[in-house]
């Protein structure tokens, strides 16, 4: 059986532009991405710890090290520059070795979108070993 499991997370990051004329999508700092494991184009999912949104969307990779976090075109209406988020996404993995062994990448983020930390977290599966 094939199980859908959290695979990465930019934890914390802040809103730097909201851009509603624009093409669909959210774009991120090409650094933020590859810390996280993530491609342009691919499906995420957005929390907004400030007013609870929760929308999919997909990626556009900004330039590295510019700490961008835009919102574009509906998803501009889901927050407003400032606004703290999570950008998650998720992967499709077999029972047995693959979720034994599955470690999502967690990338904390300070208030200008720089990585503090990346970690990996096994705690879920502590019940399998």
């Known amino acids: 059986m094939k199980r859908i499991l959290f695979k990465s997370k930019v934890h914390r990051a802040t809103v730097t532009q909201a851009e509603l004329y624009y093409e669909g999508s959210l774009t991120l700092d090409g650094d933020l991405m590859r810390a996280a494991d993530m491609l342009p184009y691919e499906k995420i999912a957005v929390v907004n710890n400030n007013n609870g949104e929760r929308f999919e969307t997909y990626l556009i990779e900004g330039p590295a090290g ?37 470690q999502p990448t967690i990338v904390q983020v300070d208030k200008s979108n720089k990585i503090k930390s990346i970690s990996t977290s096994t705690k879920a599966f502590s019940m399998m070993n």
């Open 66 to 102: 510019s700490g961008v976090v835009c919102l574009n075109g509906a998803a501009a209406r889901k927050g407003s520059v400032g606004d703290e988020i999570i950008i998650i996404t998720y992967g499709e993995y077999e029972d047995g070795e693959d979720l034994r062994y599955h």
